[in-house]
């Protein structure tokens, strides 16, 4: 029911029967990439779909049957590795500096892949019935301007700069913000200040870098229309998030949540991890910062601060790792390239996951009931962890200014207060949750209002809002009276100066 929009779109193209559909993802991070699987694997099950990506699921000649797969992956990579610092994830001003190099970077990246020769090959002579596009990232529009077909953009993530005015969207930086912030729930004055602060550099870089992008795409199609005119071409747009995670932000029709997409069935785990598990008395921690935070780049001394805190304590520790071979490490801590997740979290005897808060890791978590501890580096991180905090879920931890100290009473206090699962639990089964044909929508929503608690954990904030509070009066009457101040400050000033040249002319008053 989930790729409902996706089939719907698919049947609006003049066929009948089998659709050719083009999806594309041009940002360079595994993540972005994976949630578009499950929806692939449905579609060609019918269709015949075209895919660029910079993470191919298949090797080269070996796609499945209504599969075509170009890689963008060797340059955007390069690209993005050469121009992307790790230095600058993981700080508060992330938002300033690291969104800044994102939104220069990114187009330069798109515009080598419409350069690739099978790129040009597919615009010079392939037709589609329709587009799939990655939602945040606006010059992918162009897109709808080469194929005259209906378009579905997909995000990753939440809401982005844009989507907001492409789809109509409330856009609110404290109450419905884009991805881009750090904080939603119980602000502070100064905190709503810097939100506000965070919200406006953010959308200041968005519009700023239209016309750079406008330039890159006139210089590969002459006749390029300006990207504003083409979001217009947006026929229905998904978000992979829950409605709860958003802050129950209220949506139009065309605009739909699919949260927990890539939900993967269980499998067996491989015999020597099973036995590592196994092997546990007290427990398993599970640590890992995602593909695009390699431990190997972090300061060397926030990870041997970890390792230091691990030694203490009496559990086993499963960390990802970007090395084969990692020194240092204590004798209850297994490093690895990789692990299948989904896997781990089911073992029961798995107690936490210390993550970088990303979006499919804290969605696996949830599902298996496994409370977090979240360490942001980028992007949505900082939001995903407020979510944890606001729910009962986790703690968060500041990468920058963390001791071992608060990582060590992190753990402890995650772990042995079941406060946390059971917060897990509760959100678990608040989102887990599935929709119906209409007739069992209705019936779900009665069932759903007999329950205790009925469904007042659906409501938008600013639904139980005053006016005041919707529009941060706090912030308001700070303005007001900074303006108030500085034309009071001016004005006498200005009496001042006048009475000085009057008194000059000898002219008394």
Partial sequence: MILR?????????????TARILIIVPTPAYSHQLIFRPIIEELTKNHQVTFITTNPAYPKGDTPRNLTEIDAGPISYSL???????????????????VNVIFEVMPKIFAEQLRLADVEKLIRNAQFDLLILEAWFRPILIWS?????????????????????TMGLPDHWTYHPSLFHQKIYDLTTSERISEMLRYLHVQSVFDANEAKEDEILKGIFNDAPPLRSLRRNVDAMLLNLNPLWDNNRPLPQNVHYIGNI?????????????????????????????????PSKLPRQLTQMFASVFRELPYKVLWKWDLDVVEGMP?????????????????????????????????????????????????DQWLNVDNYVHHGMGVYLNAETVTAEEFKAAIVEVIENDKYR????????LVSDVRLSPAQRVAWWTER?????????????AADMRLLDYLNHELLLLVICCCVCVSSLIAWTAVLILKSLLKGFGIKI
């Fill in 422 to 429: 059971s917060s897990v639990l509760r959100f678990r089964g």
């Fill in 449 to 461: 209002l007999l329950r205790p608690g009925g469904a007042t954990h659906m409501r938008a904030p």
């Fill in 80 to 98: 993005w590795n050469q121009e992307v610092s790790i230095t600058k994830f993981g700080k508060d001003n992330f938002i300033y500096d690291g």
């Fill in 5 to 17: 929009v996706v089939i719907a779109l698919a049947f609006c193209a003049p066929h009948t029967h």
């Fill in 145 to 165: 301007y080469l194929y005259k077909v209906p378009v579905l953009q997909i995000s990753s993530m939440g809401t982005s700069p844009g989507n907001p005015d």
């Fill in 262 to 294: 890539n939900r993967n069935p269980a499998k067996e785990l491989p015999r020597d991890l099973q036995a590592y598990l196994d092997s546990s008395d007290t427990g398993v921690i599970y640590m890992s910062f995602g593909t695009n935070v390699p």
């Fill in 331 to 379: 004798e209850n801590v297994k490093t690895g390239r990789w692990f299948p997740q989904a896997d781990v979290f089911r073992h029961p005897n798995v107690k936490l996951v210390i993550t970088q808060a990303g979006l499919q890791t804290s969605e696996e978590a949830i599902e298996c009931g496994l409370p977090l501890i979240g360490i942001p580096f980028l992007a």
